[in-house]
């Protein structure tokens, strides 16, 4: 929801490995597609609401026709594992899902 923090287990997990996440949940905004070279999405879900909302906005904003292409996801750039999306954490409780997506995917 808009103004809220991550998740607390994924805090508390980060925070545990000397990661502080800070940042809070927003919606894209118009600027974003002329302010960012890059817009990672976590999934395919994610990715596609993303677009949606820039499908909606384009022609109104005066939004670039290949903004799209700025549109990515997070895991295209990842070399280590063969997964195309970042796991999702919230269904494997503390030990299945938070810490083995940190320790997985974003601690080496």
Do not use: W
């Not at 805090?11 to 990661?19: E, F, L, N, Y």
């Not at 940042?23 to 879900?45: E, G, H, Q």
């Amino acid at each position: 929801m808009k103004g809220n923090l991550a998740d607390s287990r994924m805090r508390s997990t980060a925070k545990r490995r000397g990661i502080e996440i800070t940042s809070i949940f927003r919606p894209t905004r118009p600027s974003d597609f002329r302010d960012f070279d890059l817009i990672l999405a976590m999934d395919k879900s994610n990715r596609a609401d993303i677009l949606e909302a820039l499908d909606r906005r384009k022609q109104r904003d005066n939004l670039s026709l290949d903004a799209d292409k700025k549109v990515k996801l997070m895991f295209s750039y990842c070399k280590k594992h063969d997964e195309t999306e970042v796991p999702d954490p919230y269904y494997g409780g503390q030990k299945g899902g938070f810490e083995k997506v940190m320790v997985d995917h974003f601690t080496s």
